[in-house]
């Protein structure tokens, strides 16, 4: 029988549709919610006997993750209680193992889902990818927001801000920090539905992203749109310097 995906069951995050309610609002967001290694999670630069969570810090110089970003045209969508930047031709795509993941969306959340070292930050951005099984990828990529200066810039060289147009052209390495050290680990997607198995790829370089770039957006996005930490469990997370190509 054909199971019938409701895209349009709402929900939230605070009260009777908040992320406490999430796996009873539909039995979709239910299988979603059984996936037993759920994100986001706390993750730690070193491992301390005495913290919860633990962290396999295996210092390995290279991930079998390469980019292959181009400039290319996005469009702007709020839906899912963020806003969303969207490829129209989804030409940029990463590898990882050997697999093809093309860029599919870009969004963000406030505060940051992801936790490192106790810190959470003001903003995290998603980049999500997915091969041609259906199945994602996600970088997390962390920052602060910062009055002076910061990234993205409507004035900034390679983007095209087009606020009136919902349009935008720019190379999604914008969103990437130079320094590409980063944490890996197994988890789930952070909304509805809550689906894994995901491979997440957490940068811990975090840099300032100009408040009026975030600030444009602003009635479109729910504030402190970010689902609460979830339990590790046994969890191994891996902890990268660097990448194979750029
Ligand atoms: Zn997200």
């Given at each position: 029988m054909k199971k019938i995906k409701n895209m349009d069951v709402e929900w939230g995050y605070s009260g009777e549709r908040g992320p406490e309610h999430w796996h009873e609002l539909c039995d979709w967001y239910k299988e979603g919610a059984s996936?037993?290694?759920?994100?986001p999670i706390a993750l730690h630069h070193q491992t301390d006997g005495s913290t919860v969570t633990k962290t396999a810090s295996t210092n390995l110089s290279l991930n079998e993750l390469a980019f292959y970003y181009v400039q290319e045209h996005f469009t702007e969508k709020e839906f899912k209680n963020t806003l969303h930047f969207v490829?129209?031709?989804?030409k940029s795509y990463v590898l990882f193992h050997e697999e093809k993941y093309v860029l599919t969306d870009i969004h963000f959340h406030m505060p940051s889902e992801h936790i490192i070292d106790e810190q959470q930050e003001e903003l995290e951005f998603h980049l999500v990818h997915m091969n041609e099984q259906g199945e994602n990828l996600v970088l997390g990529i962390l920052f602060t927001l910062s009055d002076?200066?910061?990234?993205?810039?409507?004035?900034?060289?390679?983007v095209v801000w087009d606020y009136d147009n919902h349009a935008e052209w720019f190379n999604p390495k914008i969103f990437l920090p130079q320094n590409k050290s980063h944490f890996y680990y197994v988890g789930s997607l952070t909304?509805?539905?809550?689906?894994?198995p995901i491979n997440w790829f957490v940068f811990d370089t975090i840099r300032p992203m100009n408040r009026r770039f975030i600030h444009q957006f602003r009635e479109e996005v729910a504030e402190n749109n970010n689902r609460p930490l979830q339990p590790t469990k046994d969890r191994t997370i891996t902890y990268f310097t660097g990448v194979k190509k750029e």
């Open positions: 996936y037993p290694y759920q994100s490829p129209y031709d989804t002076e200066g910061g990234l993205i810039l409507q004035d900034q060289e390679e909304t509805p539905p809550t689906k894994g």
